[in-house]
């Protein structure tokens, strides 16, 4: 116990880190030094007392003595709890015990033996902070012989646990009786008669049984209606045929009757024993004891117990009703098998609306754990077979639960560690099958461990496996083509042989054969198509090479075992194709050129591409077109599959985000493995080298910049060829000087597409004015904003509406901007017409709303045929805000002449708009000549910062050129 507390004050010591600061004071100058306070040192004071607790500087035989130390905080406060180590300098005398714990009054105290005459120095010894203090006593020994008796020494505690001279009402005393032999060791196990010389104080009971430290303890309390005064407390206990008497002195501190109920807990073992330490099956238990002022048992309270020290132990349950005398009883164990430490333990109960709660200090102690021999299910295994494994665990000759054991195996599987159940035992499967997946064989050894305890071990045989299965693993690739095509001829096949768990064997022997070959196909060689005989690798593979014939269709081989040709397997999804890609039979289409790339991410495309060999006939289903773009993100591949009518097609899908190349156009590139194309000269279907003509083609590139040549950073698909040919870019770019020549017909066929990233604000440029003397229509090109040069996404609408009552606006010749392409340095804006009628003198406005809803205002004037004193003077107008809320406000505007007022309300944080967009999306307000007009702003967000912009229109049309502007900010 005195170890456990020693290392709980470390880390309670250690976490105890002093903290200082300092700040200047407003009354000296900024030079001036800051006085230091220093805290008063703490104090270890040691001293020697003999049997009648005086103080001594001799000791002799008679026994008795005892050494003790006193800690003290710098405030003179004793220091509680703490652990303190006692030496001799010589062997003139021996300690009881070399170590103790601080009492509540800051005192440790070891019993000390005379052994022969002499001097010495005793030293006692404590942590305090990061230091040690130290004390030193001189003493003599007189006279020697030893201790000659056994003593009891009595003590007078209050519900604090603390030591004391008074009873009083509702102070929870109790008295402690220290039964030791004239050694300083405890006598455990014996009644303790406790007795009163006066009817002023009633002990709660007349015996009481020594714990493992010697100790008994009864409570006591005022006798009712007793007057105050002092009384003589008697404990008497039998050692042999010896009666042993101990006496203290007490007071009773005032007379009446108790005025508050008191609560005492204790922790008890399997012995009904009081007990400081809780061990692991040890029966623990808790009891709390709940009395009124008179010291009446408290029946039927609820008592609620806690603990600070979590992990270290677990209590269940954690309430219980106080019974007829009072006592309520739970349970307590460590945590686990394996906990050490020390925790404080709380009870508490309410009575009367007020909370009543004792506390008591224990400690965890580590636990004895025993293992029993290792139980196999079975001690010889075929191949990769399991077997159970017991193991038993007891502390104590008791079998314990939670106790973890470590288990290992030299070869297999095992569980790493398994716990004990309530009988102590835990069990587990053993698998003689490595964690690679093949089987061990020969002699395995198994051991179990537990914390504390010796290891102990099994071995069993396990038979060496026999390869009985054997699976088709992969065929790479899976589709190669007809000998001499120019493209992939030669694919390898991979079979695993397996034992009866499944695991890989390494170096059996495996014979290939065709069983299905559609003509001149091959193993291991080119037109060899007879049986192949190869050993399985170590992680059991065995492969196979091969090669393509004259004649497309499936292939299928067979693979068995030599040592057992009845076990085999076959191939799955080999074929040889009738011909690749072609470069004249590739085409790449875009669903959408113009999307809304340049300010959104995510805005999407469909690629599509649709391949054929030389023939025009569509390439095998599954062959791999790849993807590559110059911006955006586009999905590597696609394989590709018979459509409904028979073609060979595939799609992928392409979506902006960065990068955003700084034109807006956006290349991208399909392309796969395939074939040039040549002149057949003589006519037999079939590339002829020397006597066909080759149209040879330079490595693949992606033209990001669409000049016509490769540049240096651009994407390219090097074939390491360096023959001398033309270069070239558009829908199909090739690389000058990278052709490989009339050698080969293999070569990357490509095809390039550009999307357009538009974007969502647009640009107008009226490209058509109407005339004064007949403003029928007016013709508009509408472009990106961000790029004058492309269009709008496709999608984007275009609308608009007329000022005067008398113009209506007819139809928008197209409302809806197309798909459009085209090369880089072309106009690709989109032209609109719009068809007016008696619109002359009136304004047009014009709305362009992008497929995400963003809008984009223009405003028109239409000319008229000038009048004799024609209105063109625009309105004045006068804005301010009042009565601003949390979520609005109220705009106050005023005009000079009747018209009409827009505003529009957004955030600080967005841009200015323009009058048109003012005009065309604003709120519209009819107001009066010289006359204010209260408009309410509602649905605003609080704390936020608002603009209002405002224009005015009068009757004539005549309209603010620039927009008004006031700003407020919503109550928070």
Same mark, same amino acid.
């Given at each position: 116990m005195n170890l456990l507390r020693y290392v709980f004050s470390v880390i309670v010591l250690t976490a105890l880190v002093a903290c200082g600061g300092g700040g200047g004071n407003p009354g000296t100058s900024s030079g001036a030094p800051t006085p230091v306070v220093v805290a008063p040192a703490s104090t270890l004071a040691l001293q020697i007392f003999n049997s009648g607790n005086v103080a001594v500087a001799n000791i002799n035989a008679s026994g008795g003595n005892y050494a003790k130390a006193t800690f003290k905080d710098g405030t003179g406060a004793p220091i509680a709890g703490r652990l303190v180590s006692f030496s001799i300098s010589s062997d003139i005398a021996t300690l009881v015990s070399a170590t103790a714990l601080t009492n509540s009054v800051g005192e440790a105290q070891v019993g000390i033996l005379s052994a022969k005459v002499g001097a010495a120095t005793l030293q006692a010894q404590?942590?305090?902070?990061?230091?040690?203090?130290?004390?030193?006593?001189?003493?003599?020994?007189?006279?020697?012989?030893?201790?000659?008796?056994?003593?009891?020494?009595?003590?007078?505690?209050?519900?604090?646990?603390?030591?004391?001279?008074?009873?009083?009402?509702?102070?929870?005393?109790?008295?402690?009786?220290?039964?030791?032999?004239?050694?300083?060791?405890?006598?455990?196990?014996?009644?303790?008669?406790?007795?009163?010389?006066?009817?002023?104080?009633?002990?709660?009971?007349?015996?009481?049984?020594?714990?493992?430290?010697?100790?008994?303890?009864?409570?006591?309390?005022?006798?009712?209606?007793?007057?105050?005064?002092?009384?003589?407390?008697?404990?008497?206990?039998?050692?042999?045929?010896?009666?042993?008497?101990?006496?203290?002195?007490?007071?009773?501190?005032?007379?009446?009757?108790?005025?508050s109920p008191y609560m005492v807990v204790q922790i008890f073992n399997s012995a009904n024993a009081a007990v400081s330490n809780v061990t692991f099956?040890?029966?623990?238990?808790?009891?709390?004891?709940?009395?009124?002022?008179?010291?009446?048992?408290?029946?039927?309270?609820?008592?609620?117990?806690?603990?600070?020290?979590?992990?270290?132990?677990?209590?269940?349950?954690?309430?219980?009703?106080?019974? !007829?005398?009072?006592? /309520?009883?739970?349970?307590? %164990?460590? $945590?686990?098998? +394996?906990?050490?430490?020390? &925790? #404080?333990?709380?009870?508490?109960?309410?009575?009367?609306?007020?909370?009543?709660?004792?506390?008591?200090?224990?400690?965890?102690?580590?636990?004895?754990?025993?293992?029993?021999?290792?139980?196999?299910?079975?001690?010889?295994l075929t191949a990769g077979g399991n077997t159970s494994v017991t193991i038993t665990a007891q502390s104590n000759s008791i079998p314990v639960a939670g106790v973890n054991v470590s288990l290992t195996a030299d070869c297999g599987t095992i569980a790493n560690v398994v716990t004990t159940d309530g009988s102590g035992s835990a069990s587990a499967t053993y698998s003689a099958v490595k964690a690679g997946g093949? !089987?061990?064989?020969? /002699?395995?050894?198994?051991? %179990?461990? $537990?914390?504390? +305890?010796?290891?102990?071990? &099994? #071995?069993l045989t396990i038979a060496a496996p026999v390869a009985n299965a054997i699976n088709f693993v992969s065929a790479t690739p899976s589709q190669i083509f007809v000998k001499s095509s120019g493209a992939a001829e030669q694919s390898v096949a991979q079979f695993k042989v397996l034992d009866s768990t499944g695991a890989a064997m390494p170096n059996i022997p495996v014979v290939f054969s065709l069983t299905v070959n559609p003509g001149g196909v091959g193993l291991g060689a080119s037109g060899t198509p007879g049986n192949l005989t190869a050993n399985s690798d170590a992680l059991g593979i065995a492969s196979v090479s091969v090669f393509s014939g004259t004649i497309p269709g499936p292939v299928e081989v067979k693979a068995a075992l030599v040592s057992a040709p009845t076990v085999f397997t076959t191939s799955k999804n080999l074929t040889v194709a009738s011909g690749p890609p072609s470069q004249n039979?590739?085409?790449?289409?875009?669903?959408?050129?113009?999307?809304?790339?340049?300010?959104?991410?995510?805005?999407?495309?469909?690629?599509?591409?649709?391949?054929?060999?030389?023939?025009?006939?569509?390439?095998?289903?599954?062959?791999?077109?790849?993807?590559t773009a110059e911006g955006g993100q586009v999905a590597p591949s696609c394989a590709t599959a018979r459509d409904a009518s028979g073609h060979a097609v595939c799609s992928v899908?392409?979506?902006?985000?960065?990068?955003?190349?700084?034109?807006?156009?956006?290349?991208?590139?399909?392309?796969?493995?395939?074939?040039?194309?040549?002149?057949?000269?003589?006519?037999?279907?079939?590339?002829?080298?020397?006597?066909?003509?080759?149209?040879?083609?330079?490595?693949?590139?992606?033209?990001?910049?669409?000049?016509?040549?490769?540049?240096?950073?651009?994407?390219?698909?090097?074939?390491?060829?360096t023959v001398a040919c033309a270069g070239a870019g558009?829908?199909?770019?090739?690389?000058?000087?990278?052709?490989?020549?009339?050698?080969?017909?293999?070569?990357?066929?490509?095809?390039?597409?550009?999307?357009?990233?538009?974007?969502?604000?647009?640009?107008l440029t009226l490209t058509t004015a109407a005339t004064p003397v007949s403003p029928t229509f007016i013709t508009v090109r509408v472009n990106s904003a961000d790029h004058s040069l492309l269009p709008m996404p496709a999608g984007t609408t275009i609308s608009a509406t007329g000022s005067g009552a008398t113009c209506v606006i007819g139809t928008i010749t197209p409302s809806i901007v197309p798909n459009i392409s085209g090369v880089t340095g072309l106009q690709l804006g989109s032209s609109h017409s719009i068809a007016l009628t008696g619109c002359g003198g009136t304004t047009i406005f014009i709305k362009v709303t992008s497929p995400s809803g963003l809008v984009s205002g223009f405003s028109y004037d239409?000319?008229?045929?000038?009048?004799?004193?024609?209105?063109?003077?625009?309105?004045?107008?006068?804005?301010?805000?009042?009565?601003?809320?949390?979520t609005g406000a109220t705009l106050i505007a005023q005009l000079n002449e009747v018209g009409t007022g827009y505003y529009l309300a957004q955030l600080s944080t967005d841009p200015v708009p323009p009058v048109g967009t003012v005009r065309l999306t604003g709120t519209a307000v009819a107001m009066s000549a010289n006359t204010s007009v209260n408009v309410p702003l509602t649905g605003k967000t609080a704390n936020t910062d608002y603009v209002i912009y405002f224009i005015a229109e009068d009757a004539a049309g005549n309209r603010q050129s620039t927009v008004s502007s006031v700003s407020f900010k919503t109550l928070p």
């Open positions: 404590v942590i305090n902070g990061t230091g040690t203090l130290t004390a030193s006593f001189d003493f003599a020994v007189v006279s020697t012989g030893g201790p000659v008796g056994t003593s009891i020494a009595v003590q007078l505690f209050n519900a604090a646990n603390a030591a004391v001279s008074n009873v009083t009402y509702g102070g929870g005393n109790y008295v402690k009786a220290t039964f030791m032999d004239a050694a300083g060791v405890p006598i455990a196990n014996r009644k303790v008669t406790f007795s009163v010389a006066s009817n002023i104080a009633t002990l709660a009971a007349a015996t009481a049984l020594t714990n493992a430290a010697g100790e008994a303890q009864v409570g006591i309390y005022p006798s009712v209606g007793a007057t105050a005064g002092a009384a003589t407390l008697q404990a008497q206990a039998v050692d042999g045929t010896t009666t042993f008497t101990g006496t203290l002195d007490f007071a009773v501190a005032a007379t009446g009757l108790p005025i099956g040890g029966g623990n238990y808790i009891k709390a004891t709940f009395k009124d002022a008179s010291n009446v048992p408290i029946v039927g309270r609820m008592v609620g117990f806690t603990l600070n020290g979590a992990g270290i132990a677990l209590v269940s349950p954690t309430t219980a009703l106080t019974n !007829s005398l009072g006592e /309520a009883q739970v349970s307590i %164990a460590p $945590a686990s098998i +394996s906990t050490v430490g020390a &925790a #404080t333990l709380t009870a508490q109960a309410l009575d009367a609306g007020s909370t009543y709660s004792a506390s008591i200090d224990f400690a965890v102690a580590a636990a004895n754990v025993t293992l029993g021999p290792l139980t196999l299910g079975s001690s010889s093949s !089987s061990c064989s020969g /002699a395995v050894t198994l051991s %179990a461990s $537990a914390a504390g +305890s010796a290891a102990q071990k &099994a #071995t039979h590739l085409s790449l289409s875009v669903e959408t050129f113009n999307i809304e790339g340049w300010n959104l991410d995510g805005s999407g495309t469909k690629l599509t591409v649709r391949v054929a060999d030389r023939q025009g006939n569509p390439v095998p289903d599954g062959t791999v077109i790849n993807f899908a392409f979506i902006s985000q960065n990068p955003r190349p700084a034109d807006g156009r956006v290349s991208v590139l399909a392309y796969a493995e395939g074939l040039k194309e040549y002149i057949d000269v003589n006519g037999n279907n079939a590339y002829d080298p020397g006597v066909d003509t080759l149209v040879d083609v330079g490595d693949a590139y992606r033209d990001d910049n669409e000049n016509g040549q490769y540049d240096v950073g651009e994407f390219v698909i090097p074939k390491g060829g558009g829908s199909s770019p090739a690389r000058a000087n990278t052709c490989t020549g009339a050698a080969t017909q293999a070569t990357t066929v490509r095809q390039q597409a550009v999307i357009l990233f538009a974007s969502s604000s647009a640009s239409v000319p008229a045929v000038p009048t004799s004193s024609p209105d063109t003077t625009p309105p004045v107008s006068l804005i301010a805000v009042n009565s601003i809320t949390t």
